[in-house]
Every structure is written in C-alpha cells, then in structure tokens.
C-alpha cells in the first residue's frame, strides 16, 4: 500500500478495553451521575468526578498512541452536569486544568488529534430562545474544554454539530443557524463545523457546503453512512470533494459506518443504525482525510479493520 493510500483512523468517546475492567481498574473520562445525585451531591462530586474524567484522559491517549492510533474523539461528558454551573467553580478546578493541560501537551507532542461532537440537542436552528441559550452553553464548554487542552483554535481541534431541524422551514432554520453562530465566541466559532445528515428532510453534504460554509464559512464533515439517505443523486466521491473543499490547510475529517441491519440481517433493525464492526474497505477516493470509525466496538473495530486491511504502517496526523 502506497503511502497516498494509508488511512489514518479514530475511534469515538471510549475505550472498551478500559471501561469494561472491574470498576476499581477502569479508565474512562465518562464518570458521570443522575440530576437527583447532583442535586445532592453538588459541585464537591461533579469536581471529584471531573477530576478522574480528566486524569483518565491522558491514559487514553497515551494507549491510542501505543497502539498507532492518532485520531480521537473525546467525550462530552468531562464535566458532569457543566450547564449547571461555571467550571471555573469546582473545588478542583486547579487539578483539573493541570490534568487537562497535561493531556493536552502529550496530544501535541505525539501529533495526536482531539475532537468532539456535543449532543444532539444542540439546535443552533432553534426559533425558540431557550434552545438557542442551551445550546451556546453546551457548545461554550466544549470551547473552554478545547482551550484547557491548549488545542488550536482551528476546526484541527474540532466541535462538530448537525445543522438537524428545519422546523418545516428550511430557509428560515438555515438562517437561524448562521444568525446565531455570530453568538459564539472565537473558542467554539473557529473550530465549529457540521455534518449531513441521516434523514432525507434534513441537510446533505451538497446543501452544507452551499448554504453553510457559502454564508459563514465553517467546515463541512461528510459521513459516508448518512449519505446514503441523504445524496440527492449525488455520489460519495462527489459528495466527499465537496466536503474536502471547505477545509482549507486543515486535513478535512469524515465519519465512517455501516448498516447495523445488514451486519445482523436484520431488517426490524433502523438502517440508520450504526453497526458494530467496520466489514468493507474505507475507500476515500485519493482524498487526505482522517476518518473518525463510528462503529460501536470502538477501538476493537478499528483495530480489526486494521488488521484485516493489512494497514499495519498507519501515517501520523499531520
């Protein structure tokens, strides 16, 4: 395999091989708690399990990297419960910036690349106030979060949401989206960018590129999968240059899965749904791109795919 051809490859928010060890033994930065829990626990907990969450991501990635894995998605569960009070707050806060400061300097010094991809009820599309006020909280702590790590304020590092909703008015929701972008601050506005969709009445990779990154400029993520009920006619090639055109200096990212229904041959199965291993070759068609495999195996997919594509000599982000 040419070098033009090697892949590198991520995997999302956890690593099964960790989180699945005895509760004493495990590594995860998704410690988190029921609202009741918060409710009497307070900040005290939220800080303790920060503080952990935090920790435990450095261990991560210095096992991504033992294992030749450059590309990673974090959680958004760090700070537990965080729209409900400044994480500056936390008894441990101090802690926690250094821990994540530290995480953060191992990323940059093994060329490993940090992103995320806040909830689905971030609505920048909103027509309500309360949704919109929300969501640049949520989307502002993901910021503050890139920032602690001292990640580039490039979509290098980036905060990926779905444009979702139309609210029966696609223009009017299009325009909400780039109206309310301006209410972001620089920490989230320079590394945001947006994914197509998985339904046919929401937004292609086509529709993002023209009517998104035309109007504010912001990246276009392609997801192979959510193409397939979104295209238009158009093909994954065409729709992946589109994507990859929007990216600038900065190597595009795309999301990668396959049909759980097919993988279980089972049709009662969404075909949305994500299946748990990766069977097919990711073929990105000569483009530069890092792939973000959101197979639900996780790390245990991409290392068999991997394995089974003989892609032993993987390039480093760069």
Same mark, same amino acid.
């Given at each position: 395999m040419s070098d033009s051809n090697k892949q590198v490859l991520g995997y999302a928010c956890i690593n099964m091989g960790f989180s699945e060890r005895p509760k004493k033994q495990r590594i995860t930065t998704n410690r988190t708690m029921i609202k009741r829990t918060f409710k009497d626990r307070g900040l005290a907990y939220a800080s303790e399990l920060a503080l952990q969450n935090a920790k435990d991501l450095k261990k991560i990635l210095e096992w991504n990297t033992e294992n030749d894995i450059n590309f990673f998605r974090m959680s958004s569960g760090i700070f537990s419960w965080a729209s409900e009070y400044?994480?500056?707050?936390?008894?441990?806060?101090d802690q926690i910036a250094q821990a994540l400061g530290e995480a953060g300097a191992y990323a940059r010094s093994v060329n490993q690349r940090l992103t995320t991809h806040p909830d689905h009820f971030n609505k920048l599309t909103s027509p309500h106030e309360r949704v919109i006020k929300n969501t640049v909280r949520d989307l502002e702590i993901h910021g503050e979060l890139f920032d602690l790590l001292g990640q580039p304020r490039t979509p290098w590092a980036k905060i990926n949401i779905h444009v979702g909703a139309t609210y029966g008015d696609k223009p009017m929701a299009i325009d909400n989206f780039c109206r309310n972008f301006?209410?972001?601050? $620089?920490? /989230?506005?320079?590394?945001?960018?947006?994914?197509?969709?998985? !339904?046919?009445?929401?937004?292609?990779? =086509?529709?993002?590129?023209?009517?998104?990154?035309?109007?504010?400029?912001? $990246?276009? /993520?392609?997801?192979?999968?959510?193409?397939?009920?979104?295209? !238009?006619?158009?093909?994954?090639?065409? =729709?992946?240059?589109?994507?990859?055109?929007?990216?600038?200096?900065v190597i595009p990212v795309v999301h990668y899965s396959e049909s759980r229904a097919k993988e279980h041959n089972d049709p009662k199965i969404r075909p949305q749904a994500h299946s748990?291993?990766?069977i097919n070759y990711i073929d990105t068609y000569g483009y530069n791109v890092h792939v973000m495999i959101e197979a639900k195996h996780k790390e245990i997919a991409l290392l068999e795919y991997r394995n089974k594509h003989d892609q032993t000599n993987l390039i480093k982000a760069a």
């Open positions: 400044d994480i500056k707050d936390l008894p441990d806060y301006e209410r972001l601050s $620089p920490a /989230v506005k320079s590394r945001l960018t947006v994914e197509n969709d998985d !339904r046919a009445s929401l937004y292609s990779t =086509a529709e993002l590129v023209k009517e998104i990154h035309g109007r504010i400029g912001i $990246p276009v /993520v392609h997801d192979f999968h959510h193409h397939l009920f979104t295209n !238009r006619g158009m093909s994954q090639k065409e =729709a992946l240059g589109l994507a990859c055109s929007t990216w600038g200096d748990d291993r990766i």
